[in-house]
């Protein structure tokens, strides 16, 4: 029997220690993932402090498995791209990603020309290093696809904390993307995403938390936890008329091959 993965959370400092949301340290989000089943967490950095931080946190001895990616997220575009570059390649026995990296256009923080440039230097890392890339994209679906279908789509790519339609996600899945939902999929205004997640081939479909934020219903506006992610899937299994086992199996497989890691298999 397998067990859940959260394909993508946020558990260095930076994050937890937040006093407006509330704080769960390293051990006790791990004691709880470890609780609800939760076996393995990709930790996933935004710039560089929180990359170093997120394969600082890759090394933390716990019965949950930790691995790390290195970004630049794309508020933060505006940052030298180059101390990512420098980071991943230096290497960590416990990297598997560049991201998380993108297009952001709902909020701007950073002008689009610097997004498009930093983004597509993640994706050339990406491939230099045959590493996963982690997309975040929000309301950028049109460039999304113009610069993938220009720079190239590395092998193994996910779509984190999808939150497009029906004709978003068959752009995704047509560019060979994978598509990871987040607890966003149990708001109650999610409609459009809901249907879009029904569309995910079963082998393309992974799970997350993006914790601390975004925590699924009964805990939207509570901090978010890597033991949530079995919430996630529970909730993405019956939307889709699935097992709840073979959804787990299934998401925590693709996670595995996602980050080119061995299969999880919960200890007996």
Not at 45 to 51: D, E, I, K, Y
Not at 65 to 75: C, D, I, K, R
Not at 136 to 164: M, N, S, W, Y
């Amino acid at each position: 029997m397998s067990a859940w993965t959260d394909a993508h959370a946020h558990l260095q400092d930076n994050f937890l220690e937040d006093p407006e949301r509330g704080t769960l340290d390293l051990q006790a989000n791990l004691d709880a993932a470890l609780a609800a089943n939760v076996r393995r967490v990709i930790v996933v950095g935004t710039q560089l402090g929180t990359s170093v931080g997120a394969l600082q946190v890759s090394e933390f001895q716990h019965e949950v498995e930790l691995y790390a990616t290195v970004g630049m997220h794309p508020h933060d575009s505006l940052n030298d791209v180059n101390e990512i570059v420098e980071l991943a390649r230096k290497g960590h026995p416990k990297l598997v990603g560049i991201g998380e990296c993108g297009l952001d256009y709902y909020y701007e923080h950073s002008p689009r020309e610097a997004q498009l440039k930093s983004f597509a230097v993640q994706i050339a890392l990406a491939k230099e290093l045959n590493l996963a890339l982690v997309i975040h994209a929000r309301d950028a679906f049109a460039d999304l696809f113009d610069v993938l279908k220009g720079e190239g789509v590395p092998e193994r790519t996910v779509i984190h904390c999808f939150t497009g339609n029906a004709e978003d996600a068959k752009g995704c899945l047509n560019l060979g993307c994978d598509i990871s939902l987040s607890g966003i999929v149990t708001f109650k205004n999610a409609e459009e995403l809901r249907e879009a997640a029904k569309l995910v081939p079963l082998d393309r479909l992974h799970v997350e938390t993006d914790s601390p934020f975004l925590a699924p219903l009964p805990h939207r506006g509570k901090p978010n936890e890597p033991a949530f992610v079995s919430l996630v899937g529970a909730f993405v299994a019956e939307l889709r008329g699935e097992d709840r086992e073979v959804l787990q199996n299934a998401t925590s497989a693709n996670t595995a091959r996602l980050f080119n890691l061995p299969e999880l298999i919960q200890a007996s």
